[in-house]
């Protein structure tokens, strides 16, 4: 997986006229891993559908979503990065190739899994057991992943809408991205924090584009 290396951290290796960064900022910034499975092929995959509510994982064992503006902010950011890599949004599901699945960890939950697994369903409070997505078994990584959830930690999933349908078939999770880091109390900062962290998936995501390679 890949890791942001924050740009300011850069000014340690300057010399020593140079003004120190300031180590308390580093809290400030989301630490951003994507990962993608290297057998898609994203430029036949070229539609996407965005749903305007951000998924809250909590420990209800009901779902809930955020819908007020700083949801709305962090999700156009999404949708706009998504488009400047060729990906059109569509309004219904049944029409797109991919779908595009924004989560947020509202309370200290941790969370770890390595290989293939059916998405939140599994070892979680049945999110996406209610067929969200349409009817399938859930969701699976065709990659390796091994994360740990926090408080305030954004996750951002591809899935591919397009796979074979069967009975008790799985959609495949084409790429992942987690935003992790703390949270400064301010809505504002935190949402301006969080649109940074997804400029930066895609800018460590460059085969991410609906335009063949």
């Not at 006229?17 to 499975?37: F, I, M, P």
């Amino acid at each position: 997986m890949k890791k942001l290396i924050l740009p300011f951290v850069a000014v340690l290796s300057l010399t020593a006229c140079e003004k120190q960064a300031d180590l308390s900022e580093l809290d400030g910034r989301y630490v951003v891993y994507t990962n993608h499975d290297p057998e898609a092929d994203f430029s036949r995959l070229t539609s996407y559908y965005l749903p305007d509510s951000i998924l809250l994982i909590g420990d209800s064992a009901q779902p809930s979503y955020a819908t007020g503006k700083q949801a709305a902010d962090i999700l156009q950011a999404w949708a706009e990065h998504m488009e400047s890599r060729g990906f059109t949004r569509t309004t219904r599901r049944a029409e797109a190739d991919l779908g595009l699945q924004v989560s947020y960890v509202e309370s200290s939950y941790h969370f770890t899994a390595v290989g293939g697994w059916p998405g939140w369903g599994w070892d979680y409070p049945w999110y996406w057991s209610l067929g969200y997505w349409g009817n399938w078994g859930g969701w699976y990584y065709p990659f390796v992943v091994h994360y740990a959830y926090n408080t305030g930690t954004f996750l951002a999933e591809l899935l591919n809408l397009t796979a074979p349908q069967g009975e008790g078939q799985q959609l495949p999770v084409v790429w992942n991205a987690c935003l992790t880091g703390g949270l400064s109390g301010s809505s504002y900062v935190d949402t301006r924090l969080a649109i940074d962290g997804v400029e930066q998936a895609f800018a460590q995501s460059d085969y991410l584009t609906a335009t063949p390679q």
